[in-house]
C-alpha cells in the first residue's frame, strides 16, 4: 500500500528526521510531500535527502492560517488513495496494515483520540516519548481515503472539518499524539519566531493567539503538563 503522508513546514530542521521516521516505520512505501513555507533552517535541504518531495509556498514570509487551510482543504486530492494531511508536529499511531483492515470495511476516514505529548525524560529522540495528556481539540481528521471523500472543509487550525462523499469513519480510534512539549527552550524560540510572523489576518482573527504566551507563561505551562502527563495507549 502506498500512502500519502502531506505535511506543513517551516523550520522544522529538529522535528522532520524524526518525524519521516515515525511514518517510514509504520508506512516503508510511504511519499512524503512536504509543503515547505520558504525555510531558513535548511529543512527543505533535509527533507530532501530523506527522499521527500518539496512544494514551496509564499505567504509574504508570514504566519497565515488562511494560506495552511488552502493547502490541507486540497492536498489529500492530488493523490488518489489514503492520505494523511498533517502538521510537522502531528504523529499519527497508525500502521500500513490497519489501514488494509479498515479499507476492508469499507473505512473513508480515520477516527482519532488525540494527545499532548510531554517529553518527561529530556529524550533526544521523541519517536520514544510515550506520556501524554488527552486534549479533545487534536481528535483531528487527518487520514482519509481520496477515492470516497471529495472535501474536507477543515476550519481554522484544522481541529474540525465537515467531510463530503462517502463518509465512513473507522470504528477504532487511534492515537494522534502532538509532540507539543518536547523542549522547553526550543518551545520559547519557536513561539517568539511564529509570534513575529502571525499576518494581519491570523491577529484580526485570534488565530494562532498562543503564539503570544511569553516565556513565563511557557514554562509554567511545561511543568504543568510534566504533572498531568500520563502513559498514552
Known sequence: MIIYINVLCYNESI???????????????????????????????????????????D???????????????????????????VDM???LDITEQDLIDEQSKGTSIISTV????????AIQDYTYVDRGIYEHLYSKLVCMDSNMIEEMHYRPGAHSANPVGNVKYSERQYTLRHMKYMD???????????????????KANGFGGQYAMNEDQ??????????????VP
Do not use: C
Not at 504566519?63 to 486530492?77: G, R, T
Open 114 to 121: 488525540g494527545y499532548h505529548m510531554v517529553n518527561l525524560d
Open 15 to 57: 522535528m522532520l528526521p524524526m518525524f519521516h521516521k515515525w511514518y517510514i516505520k509504520r508506512f516503508p512505501s510511504a511519499q512524503f510531500i512536504v509543503y515547505d513555507n520558504y525555510s531558513t533552517d535548511g529543512s527543505a535541504y533535509i527533507a530532501l535527502n530523506l527522499g521527500m518531495s518539496v512544494l514551496r509556498y
Open 59 to 85: 505567504s509574504d514570509d508570514k504566519l497565515s492560517d488562511l494560506h495552511y487551510l488552502a493547502i490541507k482543504n486540497n492536498a489529500f486530492k492530488q493523490h488518489k488513495g489514503w492520505n494523511i494531511v
Open 218 to 231: 511557557i514554562r509554567a505551562e511545561f511543568a504543568t503538563a510534566h504533572t498531568l502527563a500520563k502513559l
Open 184 to 202: 522547553v527552550e526550543n518551545m520559547i524560540q519557536r513561539y517568539k519566531l511564529f509570534e513575529s510572523r502571525r499576518n494581519d489576518n491570523n
Open 89 to 91: 508536529d502531528e504523529w
